[in-house]
């Protein structure tokens, strides 16, 4: 059975930037931001309420890299597969994840708690290999140092619930 979503927040982020068109990628950010993805239902819901179709609201939803149509983790992961991270062996790091989390690139964790990217380059060479949990960068590291901060986090949300 699906669940009807209470769509209160969204009409919030429509009402904050005024049920204009124009500011249809600040309403997405906002609804990502709200929901961690773009869910469909939301999607339509927006599509009504500024007279867009769902179809262009898609097309810009798929346009910018930075929306994803599927759920997201708490944690988003991105690893760099960029040159000189490719090099210093971001693919070991991608087989930590996979071990630790049980989870590859495009993957969510089944709580959602974790989910992975690959990307071409995170701008932090010097660093390499590299990988951003919500902004926060690590760099030079090692399989074992992925798991340890994967360990972490798991232990810090074992606290806080």
Do not use: W
């Amino acid at each position: 059975m699906k669940l009807k979503r209470n769509f209160a927040k969204v009409e919030e982020i429509l009402k904050k930037h005024g049920y204009r068109k124009d500011n249809l990628i600040k309403i997405l950010l906002d609804v990502q931001k709200e929901y961690r993805y773009l869910p469909e239902d939301v999607i339509n819901y927006i599509g009504v309420a500024l007279d867009i179709s769902p179809a262009k609201i898609y097309g810009v939803a798929t346009f910018y890299a930075q929306f994803s149509l599927k759920p997201k983790g708490k944690y988003t992961i991105l690893v760099c597969d960029g040159t000189a991270c490719h090099m210093a062996g971001s693919t070991s790091l991608i087989g930590a994840i996979k071990e630790e989390l049980n989870i590859g690139p495009g993957e969510v964790t089944e709580d959602l708690m974790f989910s992975l990217d690959q990307v071409g380059c995170l701008g932090a060479c010097a660093l390499a290999p590299v990988m951003v949990i919500n902004e926060e960068v690590y760099g030079n590291l090692t399989p074992e140092k992925v798991k340890e901060i994967l360990r972490n986090l798991k232990e810090r949300e074992m606290e806080n619930a």
